[in-house]
């Protein structure tokens, strides 16, 4: 038999791990402090697809169907994880990620100062973006979480799948997943508009529906909250524009450029001392950077954050290379990490 997968669970939540990778052939991998290491011995097909049911139940049949399946999962210890079950060489693997156990607050994960702000705002998008894994998920459940302990207003989210779970305060709060309670983020995202929200979390704007809804919830005076898998504010309005058809790429920049508030952008960087730490970049959108937005000219946008600084922008060099003064990141990681290396360079020995 197999190592109990709630054992595998609690013992990765333990030793800190970020996320678990069950695959054949292979010793259950933890990443810890962004290194993957090996726990238990190595398991067989059959392990795999042990593991695989007892976290699908009745949706098992489903990765038969498609070849993978999204779920999230509270394992006994209040252990909540988002789980992706997959498909590969005629097997079954899973990637876990381990979910703080509560909704920390906005102002303990070490974000730019202006971030506070941000549920403040009545209307606009605000943009989460980084690699998987960067914690934007973390971020936006802290910034929903403060609105929902501040004012009196309707939150509906639309996830794939649900991870944290809210505890109404001031607020009412729907959580919808796709696949199980609406078909797709575009049908989910047009339904919301005719149930009387505030706010709107949009887990991933992935297509052109989804975007052209998101950019009219916050026209007709919404907050909408969504995640890009980009790495920096120019990269992300470039990748919106982007989707669209030329002819209508006019029109986005135009409405992007009235409608978007700020993009925060995110990675994880290991610390010298263990465990990791956010280095952030913040664009709060000046009315310098709509006009750049509207005429097109968003390689123009990161001279135009670096000299917003009163305004609240940071680049992620100048977060990185904060991170190094402050010695929490070591000089090897500041270079690795950084957009402009020969600027980060000069200012990191």
């Not at 054992?7 to 933890?30: C, E, N, Q, W």
Request: neutral net charge.
């Amino acid at each position: 038999m197999p190592l109990e997968l709630n054992k595998i669970i609690y013992t990765a939540k333990t030793m800190r791990a970020s996320d678990i990778h069950l695959v054949r052939g292979l010793p259950a991998r933890f990443r810890i402090d962004g290194e993957l290491q090996n726990y238990g011995a190595p398991l067989t097909a059959e392990d795999c697809e042990f593991y695989a049911k007892e976290m699908a139940g009745a949706q098992f049949a489903q990765i038969a169907k498609s070849g993978e399946l999204d779920l999230a999962i509270t394992f006994p210890g209040q252990i909540r994880c988002r789980i992706n079950l997959f498909h590969q060489q005629n097997s079954i693997s899973a990637a876990i990620r381990i979910l703080a156990e509560k909704i920390p607050e906005l102002k303990s994960l070490g974000l730019p100062p202006m971030v506070q702000s941000l549920p403040d705002l009545n209307r606009g998008i605000v943009l989460v973006t980084g690699e998987t894994g960067s914690g934007k998920s973390t971020t936006l459940a802290a910034m929903l979480d403060r609105i929902n302990h501040t004012y009196n207003g309707h939150i509906i989210t639309l996830e794939d799948p649900i991870e944290y779970i809210y505890s109404p305060d001031k607020c009412i709060i729907n959580q919808r997943e796709i696949g199980t309670n609406t078909e797709s983020y575009a049908t989910g995202l047009r339904a919301i508009l005719r149930e009387d929200p505030d706010v709107i979390l949009i887990g991933e704007m992935r297509d052109l529906n989804t975007i052209e809804t998101a950019l009219t919830a916050a026209e007709t005076g919404h907050l909408v909250f969504a995640t890009l898998h980009t790495n920096s504010a120019p990269e992300s309005i470039d990748r919106i524009v982007d989707v669209f058809p030329e002819m209508r790429q006019r029109q986005i920049r135009m409405q992007l450029s009235t409608t978007l508030m700020a993009v925060l952008s995110q990675q994880l960087l290991p610390r010298k001392n263990g465990g990791r730490v956010a280095a952030c970049e913040l664009m709060v959108v000046t009315p310098a950077i709509r006009n750049l937005i509207r005429e097109g000219k968003t390689p123009q946008i990161a001279s135009s954050m670096a000299t917003s600084a009163s305004e609240g922008s940071v680049t992620m060099d100048n977060s990185i290379i904060s991170l190094y003064k402050q010695n929490i990141i070591s000089a090897e990681t500041a270079r690795s990490a950084a957009h402009d290396v020969d600027y980060v360079k000069k200012n990191v020995r």
